[in-house]
């Protein structure tokens, strides 16, 4: 498996920076509630006054939740680039003590060689 953690880390970066403007705009719908009365005094306007507010109040949210889940996938992908990272570095540690660089190999023929002579 070929994995980029460079790239991991990077849409981890992205997907953080995208959170934040999810929380922002989040924070400024929800900053103000709709004035009473803004569309007028009659029935009509009082009913769009109160879909207008549920639409306001249902996106914030949404935006939250966007904001949450985008702070989660930021983080299990820098998790996952560490992961890997580490995995890669265990692993080739593990290779170097089961197969000795070709010096090491070349100096144990010559003490070899010399302990037969």
Not at 16 to 24: I, K, L, P, W, Y
């Amino acid at each position: 498996m070929d994995v980029d953690a460079g790239l991991l880390h990077s849409g981890a970066n992205q997907s953080h920076r995208a959170s934040g403007h999810a929380r922002e705009a989040a924070n400024h719908l929800s900053r103000g509630p709709l004035m009473s009365g803004m569309f007028g005094e009659f029935a009509a306007a009082e009913s769009f006054h109160e879909a207008v507010a549920m639409a306001q109040a249902h996106h914030a949210k949404t935006l939250q939740a966007h904001q949450e889940t985008l702070t989660a996938v930021g983080t299990n992908a820098h998790t996952a680039a560490t992961g890997f990272t580490d995995m890669e570095e265990r692993n080739a540690a593990q290779l170097r003590a089961v197969r000795p660089s070709s010096a090491t190999r070349a100096s144990r023929v010559w003490a070899a060689l010399e302990a037969d002579s």
